[in-house]
């Protein structure tokens, strides 16, 4: 006879409280039951039908911050059957952020809308969940104002070779006179920026894939004349 995981067809119990359902125990299907503080087993020569699982997929915004993603611990993503076998996480197209997945890990390599796909395993007892898709949403993270930069006045004639020094060789640095609308690049790999007269300059770090644009530190070039 067939009969459907966690079911009780053609069961009869006695008494009529106890708790009885068609099941599975390792390798044998038979009867599951609970009798108040008494439970146990009864194989049989049944065949179990796996039950199915439910999985439903939402969506979740999340604020970029440096690290890869745990999947499994964005709860408004999706919700899982406490009985679905093993996860397996994948980007789908349509999205607007770029990255990928190891594992439950998703790492993002341009921030932005990400369609993610996720299907269980079969166990013994349960069938294989339908690929639910769900909306993550990466919002670029910020960035702290630059540290240990430092003025050196301008000096001569020209009072135009005053410097900013201090930058990390390894980020991308923008500036601008406190009074100015607009940023002025500054070239990568560079330690220090040149050719400033006397002034308030704020610089900060470029916006990138990942971050959006910094908090600007300020600092202010002095004149030294001979």
Do not use: M
């Not at 146990?40 to 993603?69: C, D, H, K, M, W």
């Not at 410097?163 to 601008?176: F, Q, R, S, V």
């Amino acid at each position: 006879r067939n009969y459907d995981y966690g079911t009780s067809r053609h069961i009869v119990k006695s008494p009529s409280s106890a708790t009885a359902t068609w099941g599975v125990q390792g390798s044998e299907k038979g009867i599951l039951y609970i009798n108040g503080s008494n439970s146990g087993f009864i194989p049989l020569e049944v065949n179990i039908n796996r039950a199915n699982v439910t999985n439903s997929a939402g969506s979740q915004t999340i604020t970029y911050a440096g690290s890869s993603i745990n999947l499994p611990n964005l709860n408004s993503l999706f919700s899982v059957d406490a009985n679905a076998g093993t996860r397996t996480y994948t980007i789908e197209s349509g999205g607007t952020g770029t990255g990928s997945i190891s594992g439950s890990t998703l790492i993002v390599t341009k921030a932005g809308t990400f369609r993610i796909g996720l299907t269980t395993a079969a166990t013994d007892t349960h069938n294989a969940g339908t690929k639910v898709i769900g909306t993550l949403t990466v919002n670029k993270g910020s960035q702290a104002a630059p540290t240990g930069l430092s003025a050196v006045d301008a000096t001569g004639d020209s009072l135009s070779d005053g410097k900013i020094a201090g930058l990390d060789a390894d980020k991308l640095y923008e500036y601008k006179e406190s009074t100015d609308t607009a940023y002025t690049t500054v070239a990568a790999n560079s330690t220090e920026i040149t050719g400033l007269g006397q002034g308030t300059y704020l610089v900060r770090l470029r916006a990138n894939d990942l971050y959006n644009a910094g908090t600007d530190a300020s600092v202010t070039v002095g004149v030294t004349k001979a």
